[in-house]
């Protein structure tokens, strides 16, 4: 299970702080360097990690642990306080169109990220709240990838739009629009070609869609396994093309799962969802305090 590691290791830190009866000053901060390399073993952003710890000094060493009654449990909740709020505080809901509105998503990300099983897990989730959601295929590359989106739309029992392989990625968006709004559906979800690594041509096209659909919400897809890339390739997306929201995948695999603690912290962007295994079922809603619980125990 992710973050088990890193689970391990501040819990034992904690364990060692609640059963202190008073805290000095040093106590706390061995601790936070204990924490400190934690969360860097754990693949946390190194600039995330010095403005955590510098946050949870602060208030540490603040009077409100010397004068409290139990210090060790103060910078416990402390500790637990400040991942709750690295990690956005709030749950974030997809933004979707008032009415009956059709709301449009384009989803992006890296091939191998994890995009086109993620674009059917999240139709079935809209498919759940009572919504008519479209798929849209508009990787052109991979025919294979077309091939998927239609088997995984079909599992979910959600219609799939696909033009073939011949078409410009933003026409076949506008088509399906128009599919759409024949058809009735009020979520229309496009899933988009990703590349091995970020490249002009890949963000031109995900922005000449940008340019012909109204697109309302772009979701990033990110793979957790890969680490701190996976952070820097969130905040490459955000700053060259705009998202809106991240999904963190493969989160059930053997990742250390700082990707996870640093997105909102270096993009600004929330986590909506994180990616549990293989099956279209496995997406989880993203709460942070429930997160911060886990890790913390
Ligand atoms: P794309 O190239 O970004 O569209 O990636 P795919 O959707 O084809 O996924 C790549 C691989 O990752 C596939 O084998 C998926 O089954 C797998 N995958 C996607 N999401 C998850 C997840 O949350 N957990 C695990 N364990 N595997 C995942």
Same mark, same amino acid.
């Given at each position: 299970?992710?973050?088990?590691?890193?689970?391990?290791?501040?819990?034992?830190?904690?364990?060692?702080?609640? !059963?202190?009866?008073?805290?000095?000053?040093?106590?706390?901060?061995?601790?936070?360097?204990?924490?400190?390399? &934690?969360? %860097?073993?754990?693949?946390? =952003?190194?600039?995330?990690?010095?403005?955590? $710890?510098?946050?949870?000094?602060?208030?540490? $060493?603040?009077?409100?642990?010397?004068?409290?009654? =139990?210090?060790?449990?103060?910078?416990?909740?402390?500790? =637990?306080?400040?991942?709750?709020?690295?990690?956005?505080?709030?749950?974030?809901?997809?933004?979707?169109?008032?009415? !009956?509105?059709? +709301?449009?998503?384009?989803?992006?990300?890296?091939?191998?990220?994890?995009?086109? @099983?993620?674009? &059917?897990?999240?139709?079935?989730?809209?498919?759940?709240?009572?919504?008519?959601?479209? /798929?849209?295929?508009?990787?052109?590359?991979?025919?294979?990838?077309?091939?998927?989106?239609?088997?995984?739309?079909?599992?979910?029992?959600? *219609?799939?739009?696909?033009?073939?392989?011949?078409?410009?990625?933003?026409? #076949?968006?506008? &088509?399906?629009? %128009?599919?759409?709004?024949? =058809?009735?559906?009020?979520?229309? #979800?496009?899933? @988009?070609?990703?590349?091995?690594?970020?490249? *002009?041509?890949?963000?031109?096209? %995900?922005?000449?869609?940008?340019? +012909?659909?109204?697109?309302?919400?772009?979701?990033?897809?990110?793979?957790?396994?890969?680490?701190?890339?996976?952070?820097?390739?969130?905040?490459?997306?955000?700053?060259?093309?705009?998202?809106?929201?991240?999904?963190?995948?493969?989160?059930?695999?053997?990742?250390?799962?700082?990707?996870? /603690? !640093?997105?909102? &912290?270096?993009?600004?962007?929330?986590?909506?969802?994180?990616?549990?295994?293989?099956?279209? !079922?496995?997406? *989880?809603?993203?709460?942070? *305090?429930?997160?911060?619980?886990?890790?913390?125990?």
């Amino acid at each position: 299970m992710a973050f088990d590691s890193l689970t391990e290791k501040l819990q034992n830190i904690f364990k060692n702080l609640r !059963s202190k009866g008073r805290l000095t000053e040093d106590d706390v901060k061995e601790a936070l360097k204990e924490i400190k390399r &934690a969360l %860097l073993a754990a693949d946390v =952003n190194f600039k995330v990690v010095k403005d955590f $710890i510098k946050n949870v000094q602060e208030r540490a $060493i603040g009077q409100d642990v010397m004068n409290g009654l =139990n210090p060790g449990q103060m910078v416990v909740k402390i500790v =637990n306080e400040e991942l709750v709020k690295l990690m956005g505080s709030e749950t974030t809901e997809i933004k979707l169109q008032p009415g !009956s509105a059709i +709301t449009v998503i384009m989803m992006a990300g890296l091939q191998g990220a994890g995009k086109t @099983t993620t674009t &059917a897990k999240l139709a079935g989730k809209f498919k759940l709240k009572g919504k008519k959601p479209l /798929l849209v295929a508009c990787d052109v590359y991979r025919p294979a990838a077309i091939k998927q989106l239609q088997i995984n739309g079909e599992k979910q029992g959600v *219609e799939v739009f696909s033009m073939g392989e011949n078409h410009k990625p933003a026409n #076949i968006a506008k &088509a399906a629009l %128009l599919h759409a709004q024949k =058809n009735k559906n009020n979520i229309v #979800i496009l899933d @988009t070609a990703g590349r091995l690594h970020i490249d *002009e041509d890949m963000m031109a096209e %995900l922005q000449e869609i940008k340019d +012909t659909v109204d697109v309302h919400q772009t979701i990033l897809v990110i793979d957790a396994m890969t680490g701190q890339d996976a952070v820097n390739v969130a905040k490459d997306f955000n700053d060259k093309i705009g998202i809106d929201g991240v999904i963190v995948t493969k989160l059930d695999g053997d990742t250390r799962g700082g990707a996870a /603690l !640093s997105v909102k &912290a270096v993009t600004g962007k929330p986590i909506l969802y994180v990616g549990m295994g293989e099956k279209l !079922s496995d997406l *989880e809603q993203f709460y942070p *305090e429930r997160m911060a619980s886990r890790i913390l125990g």
